[in-house]
């Protein structure tokens, strides 16, 4: 099949199934290093698999979303171009390890994880921090707003959902700089997850909250993970908002170099991943949503959730692979 045979009509359905090979082997490349205490090595391999894996794909790819700019990332850096060159030009948005330091003392919710969309379509994020505000789908659009409280938020929510606020479970990084908001949150007796690292799960389990338990995402973290959740709540339904925390001249200057004129705009979930949208993540560990690689004696097995924005489509994969020469 050409893969480029389409391209008016969005992303090739072939895409979907191959971009999961994409962050499987990422996966268990960072798996065979779980609980080593070494965040940079677990980060090194996964890169290189997923690196490996992108260039075999049909496609004209630019990271815009990857591990750093240039100088500081010698591999999969923003800009880089991947893929074979033949096939629809994509934007991509990557974190082959996300988690870093989840994984190196294998504690839940690491992930491997990529966006592909339609070039053009991802939001060019500066490496900067974004308050976020994240909720799954079955909502009415505009129920939650980042300008409000957190109580505001919360009451909305729970209003909506036909529950108590006390029935409400808000995930939050666990950072000195979110005392304040988790004051906020305690003091409307909604319940709180805490989690150490990985935000981009963190939101990307409001989309399941019966399977998850977390109902709402509130807090900053990375703009660059924020892209990436953003594009998985595209395929969902989700709604979320964003704001850069663009506070020093510098920042902002960086900001205006990407592209981005408005300091304070809030930024949708539908304008951080527009068009047509593939997100794939997963498991390096165990966690809420998917379960983290298994190495059997004769055969690997891993848990992959792969979304596709134009059909709505849900794939939960959980495969065993058997030829462990490929990885």
């Known amino acids: 099949m050409n893969i480029a045979h389409n391209i008016a009509a969005g992303l090739d359905r072939i895409l979907t199934m191959e971009v999961v090979r994409v962050t499987e082997r990422a996966a268990v490349a960072a798996a065979r290093l779980r609980g080593r205490g070494d965040e940079k090595a677990a980060d090194q ?3 290189d698999a997923m690196r490996q894996e992108l260039n075999r794909l049909a496609i004209k790819g630019t990271v815009v979303i990857g591990e750093g700019e240039r100088d500081e990332a010698p591999m999969l850096y923003i800009g880089e171009e991947v893929g074979t060159g033949k096939g629809p030009a994509v934007d991509i948005a990557l974190d082959p390890l996300e988690g870093t330091t989840v994984c190196a003392k294998n504690l839940p919710n690491a992930l491997a994880v990529i966006a592909i969309a339609e070039k053009g379509s991802l939001l060019f994020a500066p490496d900067v921090y974004m308050d976020k505000i994240a909720i799954g789908p079955g909502y009415p659009e505009g129920l939650i707003d980042i300008d409000a409280s957190p109580a505001e938020n919360l009451a909305n929510l729970a209003k909506a959902k036909g529950v108590a606020v ?3 479970t808000a995930c939050i990084l666990d950072r000195p700089r979110h005392a304040k908001l988790i004051d906020a949150v305690r003091a409307t007796g909604a319940a709180i997850r805490l989690i150490g690292d990985g935000d981009v799960a963190g939101i990307i389990h409001t989309t399941d909250p019966d399977e998850t338990g977390i109902d709402i995402y509130l807090g ?3 703009a660059p993970e924020g892209v990436l ?4 709540l595209r395929c ?7 704001r850069l925390i663009l506070d020093t001249p510098e920042k902002v200057a960086r900001a205006e170099k990407m592209g981005i004129s408005d300091p304070k705009r809030v930024y949708r979930a539908q304008d951080m991943a527009r068009g047509d949208v593939l997100f794939a993540a997963t498991g390096v560990t165990d ?3 998917l379960d983290g690689v298994k190495f059997g004696r004769t055969f690997i097995t891993t848990h992959t959730i792969v979304l596709r924005s134009s059909s709505r489509t849900v794939r939960e994969i959980k495969a065993r692979h058997q030829d462990l020469d490929k990885f």
């Open 45 to 47: 391999v996964a890169v």
């Open 220 to 222: 900053t973290g990375g």
């Open 236 to 242: 969902t339904g989700g709604q979320m908002q964003g």
């Open 166 to 168: 006390s029935d409400i």
């Open 229 to 232: 959740a953003a594009a998985a």
């Open 287 to 289: 966690g809420n949503l």
